[in-house]
């Protein structure tokens, strides 16, 4: 099987993969071909080893991780629970022992597979029903990892943030995966399933109760942070923070203010953008809180939202109604504070401001100060650790109002840090359900968590220690 990759200056790279033989070979287009940036076009479909008859359920690439480590601990869990058959994959099997042994873990099975190494990426694809990816940042590491899936029918999901990435695999994969029943699900962890689906629970409610669509949603997050005082590494892990960088350097990194980045048909991404802006400047809530833009990134869950609005519109067979979306952290407490909840509030809408003005400038500008960056802040590996993890509760909304003035809302509330320990779990359970024949909705293609699960998923998410409601 042959997919598609970038074009640079007239030569692409595309991967054949024989997955019998685990054999991977590059194969370069002529010189000065005019395939226009992202070569396109529909794959032959390669002749997979059927789904039932592969020996693992889910594989965990990058295990070692801050988040890989606890997928792997909540898998340990749930294998104790049902039928699972589960491994670990990683580049250094000394390193993983080490640390499934500090965490306590003990994968069934740990393999080696690397990056750099296709021919050990397609031996891992073809062996899971489902591959759940946590090597970033995904604009550097993460596509040869999807076309192996591919190449070997595999599901996948990762936790990327970085839309422009994001957009250049639905480009390329969405209707090959499609045509070869396939999910590719990103943005699958706190960023971003929770809102996905707690919006398309209050589309789904307003439908069903009243046959109405939704003009507005607003969602908040609040966040109780464990005991003692916090420590930098509470916030962001060094993961994080290279993917933000990752995204500022790259060629598509405009498209982080796009809310419509993910939606391909012009008419519907143009009603998107007029309807629902992304907005990050701080604004008043309810009961004198302050609502801050979202973190780590503002720019992140609108565009997943928006998408999974259109794909489900596409899949119902009805016209795509924009609706305006807005996100944010509340930051509440007494009135004495509030001036300082206002300054911390226009720190973050700085912050991200300066990403945003960052990824607008000029390569020649942006590239170097997102290397520079890069290099200074903390690396891949640093994050939150041990009670740093479990101690921490929240809660995240969502109060809409359809076309004519009804309202109608959702909530999640979770324990656990929900970039990282909640992150996990819910990724795994994410990776289960890819997993088991029937759990999900039968569509397939580039899909976000929403389109991917489908409501169903929210009983399985208690397992998550995520529980959803619908009001009134």
Avoid at 9 to 36: E, F, N, Y
């Amino acid at each position: 099987m042959q997919l598609p990759s970038r074009c640079q200056g007239g030569r692409h790279t595309s991967i054949t993969t024989d997955a019998k033989l685990h054999k991977v070979s590059k194969v370069r287009c002529p010189a000065g071909q005019a395939c226009g940036g992202t070569v396109a076009r529909q794959l032959a479909l390669y002749r997979h080893l059927p789904v039932s008859d592969r020996d693992l359920d889910v594989v965990v690439f990058g295990a070692t991780g801050v988040t890989g480590r606890s997928v792997a601990a909540y898998l340990a869990e749930r294998s104790a629970e049902m039928s699972l058959r589960w491994a670990a994959a990683v580049r250094d099997t000394s390193k993983a022992a080490r640390v499934f042994g500090e965490a306590g873990v003990e994968p069934p099975e740990t393999m080696v597979a690397d990056i750099g190494d296709r021919s050990s990426l397609a031996a891992m694809a073809a062996r899971a029903r489902v591959v759940l990816n946590l090597v970033g940042p995904y604009t550097l590491f993460g596509r040869p990892v999807i076309e192996a899936c591919l190449a070997s029918g595999t599901h996948y999901a990762d936790l990327t943030g970085e839309m422009p990435f994001v957009r250049r695999i639905i480009n390329d994969f969405d209707g090959p995966a499609a045509a070869a029943g396939i999910k590719v699900v990103q943005t699958c962890g706190f960023e971003s399933l929770p809102p996905d689906l707690l919006v398309m629970l209050a589309a789904d409610a307003a439908r069903a109760r009243w046959d109405e669509s939704l003009a507005t949603a607003d969602l908040e997050l609040t966040v109780t942070l464990p005991p003692g005082v916090p420590r930098p590494s509470d916030a962001i892990s060094g993961g994080t923070t290279q993917s933000m960088f990752a995204i500022a350097g790259d060629e598509d990194a405009e498209l982080i203010a796009d809310p419509a980045a993910l939606i391909s048909d012009a008419t519907s991404a143009s009603a998107v953008r007029s309807a629902s802006p992304i907005t990050i400047a701080p604004r008043r809530g309810a009961n004198g809180a302050v609502i801050a833009p979202m973190a780590p990134a503002a720019f992140i869950n609108p565009a997943v939202i928006q998408r999974t609005a259109q794909l489900l519109a596409s899949a119902e067979g009805r016209p795509l109604e924009p609706f305006r979306y807005r996100e944010g952290v509340v930051l509440g407490g007494s009135s004495v504070l509030q001036p300082l909840r206002w300054g911390i509030a226009g720190a973050l809408s700085a912050t991200q401001a300066g990403l945003r003005s960052i990824a607008a400038a000029r390569p020649a500008i942006r590239r170097p100060i997102a290397s520079t960056l890069g290099r200074m802040l903390p690396a891949t590996g640093f994050g939150p650790a041990g009670e740093r993890l479990v101690r921490w509760t929240w809660t995240m909304s969502v109060q809409a109002r359809t076309t004519s003035g009804r309202d109608v809302g959702a909530a999640v509330q979770a324990d656990g840090h929900p970039g990282y320990l909640t992150t996990a779990r819910m990724l795994a359970e994410a990776g289960l359900l890819l997993a088991e024949d029937g759990a999900t909705p039968a569509r397939a293609g580039c899909l976000t968590p929403g389109a991917a699960l489908g409501s169903g998923c929210i009983e399985r998410l208690e397992r998550a220690h995520m529980h959803f409601s619908v009001s009134p």
